[in-house]
């Protein structure tokens, strides 16, 4: 198993930036794959950013692409996400989660989750 527990939301005004961390414990971090979701009020969990099982490659929404970037320091169990030009329709409670198969974008595929972080953007 893994833990996960994010950090690094908070309040920030359109146009701002944040950067969420994702701590994990427990088993080997690189033998997951790795991703970032988000959920807002009202809505279902919606997919932010990924990597590819080999860490090679990464993925993303097309809603941030271009202003989010996933990241991640193996030495440190630890995946990033740097959150750029953020827009008030960002705001939801964003997790982390670890998967050992499936698909990259898809929520159910994914094992372990964080107990996630809330952003909020104002206008």
């Known amino acids: 198993q893994v833990q996960l527990v994010e950090s690094g939301g908070g309040l920030v005004q359109a146009g701002g930036s944040l950067r969420l961390s994702c701590a994990a414990s427990?088993?080997?971090?690189?033998?997951?794959?790795m991703g970032w979701f988000r959920q807002a009020p009202g809505k279902g969990r919606e997919f932010v950013a990924a990597?590819?099982?080999?860490?090679?490659?990464?993925y993303y929404a097309d809603s941030v692409k271009g202003r989010f970037t996933i990241s991640r320091d193996n030495a440190k169990n630890t995946m990033y996400l740097q959150m750029n030009s953020l827009k008030p329709e960002d705001t939801a409670v964003f997790y982390c989660?670890?998967?050992?198969?499936?698909?990259?974008?898809?929520?159910?595929?994914?094992?372990?989750w964080g107990q996630g972080t809330q952003v909020t953007v104002s206008s």
């Open positions: 427990g088993r080997t971090f690189s033998s997951y794959a």
């Open positions: 990597f590819s099982w080999n860490g090679g490659n990464t």
């Open positions: 989660a670890a998967r050992l198969r499936g698909s990259y974008d898809y929520a159910r595929d994914y094992n372990y």
